[in-house]
Each structure stands twice: as C-alpha cells, then as structure tokens.
C-alpha cells in the first residue's frame, strides 16, 4: 500500500490540496503550511490528483514518481 507523506519544506502553503481533498489535508496554524490530517490516509486517486496539482510537488506519495 503506498504511504503519503507532506514535504513541509517545499510547501508554499498555497492549499490546493486542502481544496482538493479537505478530509486529507489542512493547514498547519502556526506556519500555515500542509500536513496531513489523518498519517495512515489511504491514497486515493483523489490524493494522487491533489498530488499532481501541486504547485511545490510537496505531496509525496511513496512509490510513485510524481515529478514526471
């Protein structure tokens, strides 16, 4: 099963992903970056689709290439 995991460095804190997918994601409220909102979320293709958006390509989801 493919792990999913938040590059908080990379972040830009942009919330695409919040938009996209609400019950993975939030902003963290001190630095207003991505994190996950539960860390055993499945992925789904809705996670990997948020994870496509991704301006900062932050959204790492294990096994998967997401920079191509």
Do not use: H, W
């Not at 997918?21 to 996670?47: H, I, K, M, W, Y």
Request: charged share 25%; with cysteine; net charge negative.
């Amino acid at each position: 099963m493919p792990a999913l995991a938040i590059d908080s460095y990379r972040c830009n804190g942009c919330g695409s992903c919040c938009e996209m997918c609400p019950e993975v994601f939030g902003l963290t409220p001190l630095t207003s970056r991505a994190q996950l909102l539960n860390p055993d979320q499945e992925v789904t293709e809705d996670v990997r689709r948020a994870a496509a958006f991704c301006p900062k390509k932050c959204i790492l989801v294990s096994g998967e290439d997401i920079d191509a």
